[in-house]
């Protein structure tokens, strides 16, 4: 057993001095040939640096790096990192710990400066319209959105709510443009759409999914709202209608949830597809290098980006619409 130990030894020995001999003839210090062989596999083994600066499999990455939630605001290559408050503060101890952090993302802090957009922008016109007498229009950017806010009082909040219609328009107001504003700062060169995030479109599906039911029940009252899951078909005996109803009853209360998975699903659906898709055509400039899949690429892009402009308006309009139709069919529930 020590002769085989000290024979394996002396085979190990011979291996590696071997190697280091060739390791002197193929990366000599003279003809710096090791250096060569650096710069052409690179130091990560990916190809080296004379190659193209970004593999195809990592395009989904750079998709994911600029349309992802992060603690940082990405900006011409330079990340800003943003302040942690709270991350080690625990809310319960032993094994079940939970961390409670305030930290701000990205998506919060463009959620914030759209709301303040938002908030800087109407009150000035409001305090305005207010101030100016009843014979005398509006001028400019203020005549714009005077247009816009009676468009939504009057061809969307009455036509689809009816009675008691312009208590809901500020709340379709507040939604329509704060929706806006924010699938706006998403075509900035910042890039970054927080309605791109699922938890901020669930978030704005579940307010307009409180303000239906809320409005529902104060309008039929408990009994009234109650006979929107729980109601006997027309036409039908008791006998036979009330399996009916206690089958419907599981159909009627999902089809209340439905409504706001699918405001959710399709504004978050929307607005990432179309950012997806402009990264993609950009990363093949990373991909290829080459100044023609360049020029096409960014003609693309920029076409697709004017889309993206009107797709901002549309998703914006239609989540509006949609809450405001579903506020409507409750209220006139019979």
């Given at each position: ?8 030894e002396?085979?190990?020995?011979t ?34 640096y ?23 605001i990405d ?22 710990a939970?961390?409670?952090d ?5 998506h ?23 101030a ?35 208590a ?12 806006l ?41 408990a ?15 008791p ?13 009627e ?16 659906a ?10 993609a055509i ?22 697709i980006m004017i ?28």
């Amino acid at each position: 057993m020590i002769r085989t130990s000290g024979m394996q030894e002396h085979a190990e020995e011979t291996v590696q001095e071997a190697d280091s001999a060739a390791g002197q003839e193929g990366y000599g210090s003279d003809d710096h040939s090791g250096e060569a062989g650096y710069d052409a596999y690179g130091a990560d083994g990916h190809g080296g640096y004379d190659e193209p600066g970004m593999d195809v499999s990592e395009v989904p990455e750079f998709i994911q790096h600029h349309i992802a939630d992060g603690s940082y605001i990405d900006f011409a290559g330079i990340q800003i990192p943003l302040p942690e408050f709270g991350a080690d503060t625990l809310v319960s101890a032993g094994p079940a710990a939970v961390v409670f952090d305030l930290s701000p993302s990205r998506h919060l802090i463009f959620m914030v400066l759209a709301a303040i957009l938002c908030v800087s922008i109407f009150i000035p016109l409001a305090k305005k319209a207010r101030a100016r007498r009843e014979d005398e229009a509006p001028k400019g950017f203020a005549n714009g959105m005077e247009a816009l806010v009676l468009f939504f009082r009057d061809n969307v909040a009455r036509q689809n709510i009816g009675h008691g219609a312009d208590a809901f328009t500020p709340f379709i107001l507040t939604v329509f443009f704060f929706i806006l504003t924010m699938n706006l700062l998403g075509l900035t060169p910042f890039g970054i759409t927080p309605t791109a995030n699922l938890s901020v479109t669930a978030a704005l599906a579940m307010l307009a999914f409180l303000v239906t039911e809320i409005s529902g029940m104060r309008e039929l009252g408990a009994a009234g709202y109650m006979k929107t899951i729980f109601f006997l078909p027309s036409g039908m005996s008791p006998m036979i209608g009330i399996p009916v109803m206690l089958l419907l009853a599981p159909v009627e209360f999902l089809g209340k949830l439905t409504k706001p998975f699918a405001l959710a699903v399709r504004l978050f659906a929307n607005m990432t597809a179309g950012h997806t898709l402009v990264l993609a055509i950009l990363g093949m400039i990373f991909v290829f290098q080459n100044f023609l899949v360049a020029i096409g690429a960014v003609g693309v892009a920029s076409i697709i980006m004017i889309l993206e402009v009107f797709v901002a308006f549309l998703q914006a309009f239609i989540f509006t619409m949609l809450t405001s139709v579903f506020i409507g069919l409750i209220r006139h529930a019979h």
